[in-house]
C-alpha cells in the first residue's frame, strides 16, 4: 500500500550547519509530494511541494527534489536558524486525492 | 477566500459514550474531505477521507465512522468510545489534484 518514510529524530544541530531530512515513499502511480511544518503551539502549514519526477519545490531556504528513480523527497536548507526549530512532516497525495503524511521529523536548532 | 471550521475544540467524554466532531468548510466547492488523528510527539494517521457527498474511504478499520451529509461538511462519529480514541483530531480539505491540505484548528478528545 501507500507509504511514507522519513528519519524521526529528534534532530539537533547548530545554528548555520547543513540539514537533511531523509523522506522515501511507496505509492501507486505518480503522486505528488508534500513537506509541511509544524511550529510549536500551531498548525501544520504546506512548506513546500513537487507535483512530478525532477521538479524541485522551494521555500524559505528549503530545497527538496522529486526523485522517481529512488522514490524519495528529501528536505535540505544549507544554514538553519533557531527559527526553524518545528516538526516537519513528508507527505504523500495519490492520483485519487489520498493523503499520507510520514511520522514527522522533530528538529531543534541551537544558538 | 476558504475558511475551516472545526468544533468541538475540547471535549472529555467517558468511556461507551457517543462522540461526533463536525467539520465545515467555506468558499468551495466539493472539497476533498479528510479525518486525521495525531497522537502526542507523533505523525498523522488518515481515518478518513472523501472525494464526494456519500463517497467515504475509511483507512482504519476501528469504531468510528464518518460521514458527509453536505459538499461541505464532514462528521466524524462513535457509537462508543474507547479509551484508545483519546487523541487530536484534525479536519482538513484540499481542491483536486495536487493541492495542499488546509487544516482546522482540531480537536482534542480525552476519554475517561
Known amino acids: 500500500g501507500d507509504s511514507v518514510t522519513q528519519m524521526e529524530g529528534p534532530v539537533t544541530l547548530s545554528e548555520e550547519a547543513f540539514l537533511t531530512i531523509n523522506c522515501t515513499y511507496t505509492?501507486?502511480?505518480?503522486?505528488?509530494l508534500f513537506w509541511y511544518v509544524q511550529y510549536p503551539g500551531e498548525g501544520l502549514q504546506l512548506l513546500l511541494k513537487?507535483?512530478?519526477?525532477?521538479d524541485k519545490g522551494s521555500n524559505k531556504g528549503f530545497e527538496a527534489t522529486y526523485r522517481k528513480e529512488t522514490t524519495s523527497f528529501h528536505l535540505e536548507k544549507g544554514s538553519v536558524q533557531v527559527s526553524d526549530s518545528a516538526v516537519y512532516f513528508c507527505?504523500?497525495?495519490?492520483?485519487?486525492?489520498?493523503?499520507?503524511f510520514g511520522p514527522g521529523t522533530s528538529l531543534s536548532v541551537i544558538p | 477566500s476558504q475558511t475551516i471550521h472545526q468544533w468541538p475544540a475540547t471535549l472529555v467524554q467517558p468511556v461507551g459514550s457517543p462522540l461526533s466532531l463536525e467539520c465545515t468548510v467555506e468558499?468551495?466547492?466539493?472539497?476533498?474531505l479528510y479525518w486525521y488523528r495525531q497522537a502526542a510527539g507523533r505523525g498523522l494517521q488518515l481515518l478518513f477521507y472523501?472525494?464526494?457527498?456519500?463517497?467515504i474511504s475509511s483507512e482504519v478499520p476501528q469504531n468510528l465512522s464518518a460521514s458527509r451529509p453536505q459538499d461541505r461538511q464532514f462528521i466524524l462519529s462513535s457509537k462508543k468510545l474507547l479509551l484508545s480514541d483519546s487523541g487530536f483530531y484534525l479536519c482538513?480539505?484540499?481542491?483536486?489534484?495536487?493541492?495542499?491540505?488546509?487544516f482546522g484548528e482540531g480537536s482534542r478528545l480525552t476519554v475517561l
Open positions: 482538513a480539505w484540499s481542491g483536486e489534484g495536487p493541492g495542499e491540505l488546509f
Open positions: 505509492a501507486t502511480g505518480y503522486p505528488s
Open positions: 513537487a507535483t512530478k519526477a525532477d
Open positions: 507527505a504523500l497525495k495519490t492520483s485519487y486525492d489520498k493523503v499520507i
Open positions: 468558499g468551495t466547492s466539493n472539497p476533498n
Open positions: 472523501s472525494v464526494g457527498i456519500g463517497q
